[in-house]
């Protein structure tokens, strides 16, 4: 997996991506094993158009799958047992069946992968042993989701190598539970789901309680728009904790508001709701995951009417929502949404859980350069450490590559 230099100067990133990290995995396997794989799966990393922290209040969400991908070059073997290397790491990671049934044996990067064959195991599923080569394209803990691509990548591989019945619709809770089981990370449903079922020019409105999907097209071409991607570069503050202490805070209200998610409380309600809460944080959080979930649908409806120009007020809610009720931005992330709405931006947000990550901005294609200079600008007259930037288009979920 590469680094977020990868992200270091405006460009259209394409299908030709793919051709690259895919030769990379065949690569990797060749020399790792010296044979050939059976066949090599991708599955991408996303931005969140909108819907910040409320897939696990069961709300609603907007992704879409970026062009970068992560590959998995694999065959079966005979034995039940899993070798995987990834051309991030020298040393390949081997487990069996011990390993994969007891979550958290097997750790770092691999436990993703050992992830994955704990919850097909779990779930009753029989996992042909394999070997597995890793490239991927994805920026690591850049907020781009690289650990739902290589879950959904592994998946896709497993469940096609051992003709398993298992639906695409039906993974990305399976996904989902190597994360929260295996790995132990509470995240919610949006980053698999959004890796496993997007489709290219589409974002991806998903009702995170009873998993449907609407894919509605996203034609930024035919807008004449651009969707420019900033890595900010903020180191992980506190990231993994202040995400789970988000998502307990939410709980909690639900539980005090006698809902079964936040998801339950309508707009209508919300200031009703806010005054049987104890305290004012814990208002905050229910008052942006309410009109988070609103703005998600919101978007949802301009976006159907072909009316992209106008989602941009909603993008920028958004944002200052999760700063100032969520608060899970960091300043170097609202320095770079600061800058690119100065410039001209029709509206821009962090996507992504926050306490780093990526913000995106929509802007008029021709000005996706002039934005991207003057958040470089804004950085450097702070001192931050330079932003990546790219301009992105929709791309599709997981599928085999051949
Ligand atoms: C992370 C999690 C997702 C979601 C987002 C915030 O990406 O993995 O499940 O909660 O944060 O919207």
Request: with cysteine.
């Amino acid at each position: 997996m590469t680094g977020p230099s990868d992200l270091a100067a405006p460009a259209d990133v394409t299908a030709g991506a793919t051709a690259d990290v895919a030769a990379r995995a065949t690569a990797g396997f060749r020399s790792r094993y010296a044979a050939e794989p059976a066949g090599r799966w991708a599955a991408p990393g996303r931005v969140n158009l909108i819907g910040e922290h409320t897939d696990y209040n069961d709300g609603y969400v907007l992704p879409f799958a970026l062009p970068l991908r992560t590959v998995v070059a694999a065959a079966t073997r005979e034995d039940e047992s899993w070798t995987v290397c990834s051309e991030l790491d020298d040393d390949p990671v081997e487990f069996g069946p011990d390993a994969a049934d007891e979550p958290g044996r097997v750790t770092g990067w691999a436990a993703y992968v050992a992830g994955v064959v704990w919850a097909l195991r779990d779930a009753g599923y029989a996992v042909p042993g394999a070997r597995l080569a890793i490239a991927s394209d994805v920026p690591l803990g850049s907020g781009l989701s690289s650990s739902a691509a290589l879950e959904a990548a592994v998946l896709a591989a497993l469940v096609d190598l051992g003709g398993l019945d298992l639906p695409a619709e039906k993974q990305p809770r399976l996904a989902q539970r190597a994360e929260n089981r295996y790995v132990g990370a509470p995240t919610g449903i949006m980053d698999q789901s959004a890796a496993i079922r997007c489709r290219a020019g589409h974002a991806l409105f998903l009702d995170c309680r009873d998993e449907s999907v609407e894919h509605i097209p996203f034609d930024l071409d035919d807008a004449g728009l651009a969707v420019l991607v900033v890595d900010s570069r903020a180191p992980h503050r506190h990231a993994d904790g202040e995400y789970a202490a988000r998502r307990r805070s939410c709980e909690r209200a639900a539980a005090a508001l006698g809902v079964p998610a936040l998801r339950d409380v309508a707009v209508a309600d919300l200031d009703a709701a806010l005054d049987r809460l104890p305290d004012d944080e814990t208002r905050r959080r229910v008052r942006h995951v309410v009109t988070e979930d609103q703005r998600v649908l919101d978007t949802a409806a301009l976006l159907r009417a072909g009316r992209v120009r106008e989602i941009g007020p909603l993008l920028t809610a958004s944002h200052a929502s999760m700063r100032d009720d969520f608060e899970i931005t960091v300043p170097e992330i609202d320095t770079a949404v600061e800058a690119a709405l100065a410039a001209g931006s029709l509206g821009a947000r962090m996507t992504g859980g926050g306490f780093g990550g990526c913000v995106l901005a929509l802007v008029d294609a021709g000005r996706a350069d002039a934005v991207a200079d003057a958040v470089r600008d804004a950085y450097a007259e702070r001192g931050f450490t330079a932003p990546g930037t790219v301009t992105v288009l929709p791309a599709a979920g997981a599928t085999r590559l051949g």
